[in-house]
């Protein structure tokens, strides 16, 4: 996925995953300043002494393992994206897939209605 490149001095909401949340560390949002931006690269952080660099293509963490954070642009686009997640899992567990979903969360929330007003008619 193709984002737009960042700007030096902007705000992004950095969000911890895979190993960097688990049931001891919960998975929280925190704002980050963008540091630099380069051709590939770019930096960006709660501070200048601490930054991870980000693809400026896909704002994926450059890292040679799992990845710890996500970026978003929005705090809104983290909850969307959430949202998106939880009924995806919530389809998949009515249809019994293991498919991947790459709808929009306005086509998801309107298969999560349909399910709902047809579950009382069995």
Known sequence: MSRRKPVVGETLFSVNTGNACNQFRPQTITPVIVHSVGRKYFFAGPNSNYTV??????????????????????????????????????????????????????????????????????
């Open 53 to 122: 660099r980000y693809h400026v293509d896909s704002w994926s963490q450059k890292t040679e393992y799992m990845a710890t954070s996500k970026l978003y642009e929005t705090e809104q686009a983290y909850e969307d994206d959430k949202e998106a997640n939880q009924l995806e899992r919530k389809i998949k567990d009515d249809f019994g897939s293991f498919i991947t979903m790459n709808l929009p969360l306005t086509a998801l929330r309107t298969i999560d209605r349909i399910i709902e007003n047809n579950r009382g008619d069995k």
